[in-house]
C-alpha cells in the first residue's frame, strides 16, 4: 500500500512538475551561463554606442547595432518600426550656485536638468529657495510665499521599503510633477532631491512633465548629499539665493524606430509572445542597467532558443522599443499597430528593472492566467527565482494591456538599482555577467512554458 502510495506521488509529481520541462528549463540557464552572448553585446551597446536619448545619433546607431545582431540569429523575421520621438537636448553643463552663504561662502551645488525641461536662458536666474516635502506642501504655502522663488523638493525615498521600485514610486511625483505644480503658484524654477535610496554625488535626472495651460519653469535634480546640505544651510540662512543656469530645449520630433526580431510558432504563430526592453535611455552614463540590459537579455531569448534547436508552438518576438525614458512613444506605437493588424498578444515579458540577480515576475493579469504562472513556481525556484505574483508589468508593454495582454515584469533584486538608476555612473562595469545572463536564462524560460502551454 505504501509502495503503491509513493508510486502514485512520483507519477503525480512528474505530471505537476513536468520532469520534461525540468530538464528543458535546465537546458536553457545551462545555455545561458555557458555560452551566454549577452554580456558582450551590452559591452558593445555601452562601450561603443553608449547613452542614447531618442533622437540622438547613438540612439539611430543602437537601432542599426541591434537590428544587425537579430539578423546575425537566422530569425524569421527582423525589421524596424519606424516611430517619431521627441528630441530633447540638454545643452551645456549645467550650473547652480549657492550665492553668498553667509557660513560658507558661494558653493557649487551637482545637478543636472531634468528630461523634457526648458532651459533658463543665457542669463540664468537668481533667486530665493523654500524648500517643500511634497507637492501638497505648494497649497499650504501659497503662491504669496513661493511666488518669485526657486521650489527645492526634498522628500527623500523611504528607506524602509523593501522593494526599492517602491520607494521611487512613492517620491518621483516631484520630479515628474513638481515643476508644473510649483508653477502654479508662481515658482521660476524647481530644484529636485535626486531619486535614489542612498546619499550621493551624482545628480539622478528623469522625465518631467509640463501641464498644459501652466508656464514651463526650468527644473533640476540635485545630488543627495547637497540636498542634504543645501537643506541644512536654509535652516540658518532661509534667505540665501541661488544662481541657475541650464540650456536644455526640446527640438522638433524625429523619426525613429523600434526594432523587432521574431521566431515564428510552430503550432500557433498568431499568438505572440513578447520580450522586451527599452533601446533608448538617458542620455548621462551608458544606459547598462536602464535598458541596455533589458534590450540584451531579449535579445539572448532569441539566441538561446535557436541554439538549442527549439521550435517553439507559439511566436516569440524580441522588442527593442524606443522612447521608454520621456514620451513612451515606441510602446505606444507598437501597441497601436498591434490592434490595427489584428495581432493577438498573449503575453509581454518586460526586462526594465536593472541587469540584476532575477528574483522572480511580477504579473498583471487574470487570477486564471496569474494562477497558471505561478503554478510554474518550482520549475523556476531552483535558479532563484520564486517570487512570482501578481504586480508588475513594464512601461513599454503597458499599452497592450487594453487588448488582454498579460503583462509580465521580471523582478531582479531592487536593493541597488537606484544607486545607478538615470546617472552618469549607470555603466557596464555595474553590470554583472553571471546576474544579467540569470535574468535572460529566467525570461527565455518563461517564454518557452507559456509558448509550449500557452495561457
Ligand atoms: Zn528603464
Known amino acids: ?98 550665492l553668498k552663504s553667509r557660513k560658507h561662502g558661494a558653493l557649487n551645488l551637482r545637478i543636472c536638468a531634468l528630461g523634457n525641461t526648458i532651459g533658463t536662458g543665457e542669463p540664468g536666474i537668481t533667486a530665493e529657495v523654500i ?51 510649483a508653477a502654479k503658484y508662481g515658482a521660476i524654477a524647481v530644484i529636485v532631491r535626486s531619486m535614489t535610496t542612498r546619499l550621493d554625488i551624482y545628480p539622478h535626472t528623469g522625465g518631467a512633465r509640463y501641464l498644459a495651460n501652466v508656464p514651463k519653469i526650468p527644473a533640476v535634480a540635485v545630488a543627495t548629499i547637497d540636498a542634504e546640505m543645501l537643506s541644512g544651510l536654509l535652516k540658518t540662512e532661509p534667505d540665501l539665493k541661488i544662481f541657475l543656469k541650464t540650456s536644455s530645449e526640446m527640438l522638433q520630433d524625429v523619426l525613429s524606430y523600434n526594432v523587432i526580431g521574431e521566431i515564428r510558432g510552430t503550432e500557433k504563430p498568431d499568438e505572440i509572445i513578447v520580450v522586451g526592453g527599452h533601446l533608448d535611455s538617458w542620455d548621462q552614463g551608458e544606459g547598462a542597467h536602464d535598458d541596455g540590459a ?24 524580441a522588442v527593442m522599443f524606443m522612447n521608454e525614458e ?88 531592487s536593493q541597488r538599482y537606484f544607486d545607478y538608476h538615470h546617472t552618469s555612473i549607470d555603466t557596464f562595469e555595474q553590470v ?8 535572460g536564462a529566467a525570461m527565455t524560460a518563461l517564454a518557452i512554458l507559456i509558448s509550449e502551454k500557452g495561457l
Open 432 to 439: 554583472n555577467k553571471r546576474e544579467l545572463e540569470l535574468g
Open 131 to 181: 524648500e517643500v516635502k511634497s507637492i501638497a506642501e505648494l497649497a499650504q504655502l501659497g503662491k504669496e510665499k513661493i511666488n518669485g522663488k526657486i521650489v527645492f523638493f526634498n522628500r527623500p525615498l523611504d528607506p524602509t521599503k523593501i522593494n526599492t521600485f517602491q520607494a521611487y514610486s512613492g517620491a518621483v511625483d516631484q520630479r515628474s510633477s513638481g515643476p508644473s505644480e
Open 326 to 413: 520621456n514620451g513612451l512613444r515606441g510602446g505606444t506605437k507598437y501597441a497601436e499597430i498591434a490592434q490595427n493588424k489584428k495581432e493577438v498578444h498573449i503575453a509581454g515579458i518586460e526586462s526594465d528593472a536593472g541587469g540584476f540577480s532575477p528574483r522572480g515576475f511580477g504579473i498583471d493579469g487574470s487570477d486564471e492566467k496569474i494562477a497558471k504562472i505561478t503554478s510554474w513556481k518550482s520549475l523556476l525556484a531552483p535558479y532563484g527565482v520564486y517570487d512570482i505574483a501578481r504586480g508588475g508589468g513594464g512601461a513599454d508593454i503597458g499599452p497592450l494591456k487594453s487588448q488582454g495582454t498579460t503583462l509580465i515584469g521580471l523582478l531582479p533584486d
Open 1 to 98: 500500500m505504501k509502495k503503491v502510495f509513493a508510486c502514485l506521488i512520483l507519477i503525480t509529481s512528474f505530471q505537476v512538475f513536468g520532469q520534461t520541462d525540468s530538464i528543458l528549463v535546465r537546458k536553457i540557464f545551462n545555455e545561458a551561463l555557458s555560452n551566454g552572448k549577452s554580456y558582450e553585446n551590452l559591452e558593445y551597446l555601452c562601450k561603443k554606442i553608449g547613452g542614447r536619448l531618442s533622437g540622438s545619433p547613438q540612439s539611430l546607431a543602437a537601432v542599426e547595432y541591434t537590428k544587425k545582431l537579430m539578423e546575425s540569429l537566422k530569425l524569421d523575421t527582423v525589421y524596424l518600426q519606424p516611430v517619431m520621438v521627441p528630441q530633447w537636448i540638454r545643452g551645456k553643463k549645467e550650473i547652480a550656485r549657492v
Open 294 to 317: 533589458g534590450c540584451v537579455q531579449s535579445i539572448e531569448v532569441l539566441r538561446i532558443i535557436k541554439s538549442l534547436g527549439i521550435k517553439p508552438k507559439r511566436t516569440i518576438r
